[in-house]
């Protein structure tokens, strides 16, 4: 039986899906038993499809019929898309038959139901297309159904609860109604089998698609104004999984399964990122994650990058004992020593820490308008506003470029780095920032990252300065080696810049003040010192601790 | 409406650099005008003879406040004209 043949009644099955979900959305819509009766007795050909169509999987996999690898990987996907399309088609049914048990079969219409049969009908309708094209970023947008019926599940179901509270509302009626939502989602999820199936069949790599990438995706679309690895953080939190060290299963680290990063966005960044990650390659192998797939279309570009296992030097920092958070840093130290060592290329380099901080003004400024300075004065005192001090350390940065430059990570928050303990090695994730630039820049966002943490526990604020404390002086010592003078004036630029532009996430107002504060206190220290020599300059080191 | 008017500073500053705030309020009081402007506005707070001082210190733990606090009133001229008496003979 040639594939085709598969494919063929594999189609069959997909309209049939499609009719289902139809009818049911109309059924919902116009309650009528002839329309129900047709949805129940569609069950049973639905069924024969699938039948069919595994049959055909199982014999043309194990008639030894199947080509090559590749073609076993479409014959096995199509099976999983098989299986979860009878699921969908009897999810169909079982909505269908909730009906019923409505006491009058209006009462579903003051709910949003039809949103997500729109969203169902949207992701069947691509399955075919996809697979005939190789269609990565189809394929995943297929993934990305799921995430949007979860929230429009959860929405009605919230509704549903508030009003069971409420009492004014059939109760019996409002149960039905919420089966026939959780059927809803529940055919999300076999969209999501399909969409990972479909990865399969592309890339021939077992994929996951990690729900925070969808997460990403639709805060993207909802106009989310920021770096997107200032929100990774709460959401990897959330899905790493075997994060704490002790608990890391290392009995089979030859089988682990795959899962992958998707991302998606302007072309330059993404091709940029898959530039460096190429780089990263070179320079130290194994470093960087992988990249499974890559695709462009007229203005984006996704791609899928290896989710490496392990948690991230954030997580180690917060959770972990002190003896193993000895050895990561030791391990961290010594990749990143290493690097540094490497790529050091001889060439003076202009920085633009002022310039990234004007950049991300707008953002501050929608989030914290207060934070800004006006220029003001106590009878003869001057005080400088905001932009005056930003526009003198403009000019200060002029002054001082950074004497040679390293192949920089480009976002060096402790939650990009992550530690597999099964390898002990350090791996660096989000690289599209990536240059050669001066080490001070990812230097000054490591220690900040810490820094800004809102964790006011004493015990582990404690901790997070003995790590600060510990790499600040490893940096200093670096900067020494190397002869580099004006390492810490141009420490305290980057720092200005970073403990500023870190409060546009940080809603926790006192907080951010400090931040804020620490960020004027250091340009006000840079402004007054101007006219003396920069190797003079002495960064003030409380403005690390917290 | 509130006819309050106002004026805010807020920053980190060394042991040495917050003298120099300390030396602008210290003039202004000797000259009996303290001058705060900021880019929209102006105050002048008119320090008399009948200053209310109040110097409050904490320290618990690893933290340490110290509150000054200066008050009065300002009588403006017209109500000492007001309040003048007139002896008509």
Redesign the interface.
């Known amino acids: 039986m040639p594939i085709n043949n598969i494919m063929e009644t594999t189609w069959f099955l997909v309209t049939e899906t499609q009719e289902q979900v139809k009818l049911t959305c109309g059924l919902l819509n116009d309650f009528n038993e002839d329309l129900l009766a047709k949805i129940a007795s569609k069950d049973d050909y639905v069924d024969n499809l699938k039948s069919t169509v595994e049959d055909l999987c199982f014999s043309r996999i194990h008639s030894g019929g199947t080509k090559d690898h590749k073609e076993a990987q479409t014959v096995r996907a199509l099976h999983v898309i098989c299986v979860n399309l009878e699921r969908i088609a009897d999810y169909c049914v079982n909505t269908a038959r909730q009906t019923h048990f409505l006491t009058d079969c209006s009462f579903i219409h003051d709910y949003d139901y039809a949103p997500m049969f729109i969203e169902i009908e949207k992701g069947l309708a691509q399955i075919a297309p996809v697979l005939k094209s190789r269609n990565l970023s189809g394929a995943l947008d297929i993934c990305k159904i799921e995430y949007a019926l979860d929230h429009m599940y959860k929405e009605q179901f919230d509704r549903i609860m508030a009003e069971m509270k409420a009492g004014e509302r059939h109760i019996g009626d409002l149960i039905t109604v919420l089966f026939i939502f959780r059927y809803l989602e529940r055919m999300g999820d076999s969209l999501l089998n399909i969409g990972e199936a479909l990865i399969f069949a592309i890339i021939g790599d077992r994929i996951k698609i990690r729900q925070f990438q969808a997460l990403r995706q639709t805060l993207s679309e909802s106009g989310f104004d920021g770096t997107f690895s200032d929100i990774d953080f709460h959401s990897i939190w959330g899905s790493r999984s075997g994060c704490r060290i002790g608990k890391v299963d290392s009995k089979n680290p030859g089988k682990e399964k795959n899962e992958g990063i998707f991302k998606e966005g302007m072309k330059k960044k993404i091709q940029l990122e898959q530039d460096n990650i190429r780089h990263w390659h070179e320079i130290y192998p194994g470093l960087a994650p992988r990249i499974f797939g890559y695709q462009e279309k007229d203005e984006t570009a996704s791609m899928l990058v290896e989710f490496l296992s392990g948690c991230t030097l954030e997580q180690i920092i917060l959770t972990e004992a002190d003896d193993i958070l000895k050895n990561v840093i030791f391990v961290f130290e010594q990749t990143l020593s290493h690097i540094w060592e490497i790529t050091r290329r001889e060439c003076p380099c202009p920085t633009d820490y002022m310039k990234q901080l004007g950049q991300r003004i707008e953002a501050i400024a929608r989030v914290h308008s207060r934070f800004f300075?006006?220029?003001?004065?106590?009878?003869?005192?001057s005080?400088r506003?905001s932009k005056e001090l930003i526009e003198i350390c403009r000019g200060i940065e002029k002054e001082i470029p950074a004497p040679f430059t390293i192949f920089i990570h480009g976002d060096f928050n402790v939650n990009n780095i992550v530690y597999n303990h099964d390898n002990q090695k350090v791996n660096y994730i989000d690289l599209y920032r990536s240059r050669d630039a001066d080490y001070v820049q990812d230097a000054s966002v490591f220690l900040i990252s810490n820094f800004r943490l809102p964790i006011f526990d004493r015990r582990i604020r404690r901790r997070l300065n003995r790590v600060i404390t510990h790499f600040h002086s490893q940096f200093s010592g670096f900067a020494q080696k190397q002869g580099d003078e004006t390492y810490e004036a141009r420490m305290a630029l980057a720092l200005a810049r970073s403990f500023f532009t870190s409060t546009r996430f940080e809603l926790n107002y006192g907080f951010a003040?400090e931040m804020a504060?620490?960020s004027?206190?250091l340009m006000?220290?840079l402004a007054?010192h101007a006219g003396r020599p920069w190797a003079d300059f002495r960064l003030?080191e409380q403005v690390f601790y917290y | 409406m509130s006819d309050t008017e106002r004026f805010e500073h807020e920053s980190i500053e060394t042991h040495k650099s917050i003298s120099e705030y300390l030396t602008a309020l210290q003039e202004g009081f000797e000259n009996g005008r303290i001058q705060l402007t900021t880019e929209k506005k102006e105050i002048s707070l008119l320090p008399n003879d009948l200053l209310q001082l109040s110097i409050k210190a904490r320290k618990k733990g690893d933290k340490s406040k110290l509150t000054i606090k200066v008050s009065w009133r300002e009588s403006d001229e017209k109500e000492k004209e007001d309040a003048r008496i007139t002896i008509q003979t």
């Open positions: 300075r006006r220029s003001c004065s106590i009878n003869a005192l005080l506003s003040k504060l620490r004027h206190f006000e220290r007054a003030p």
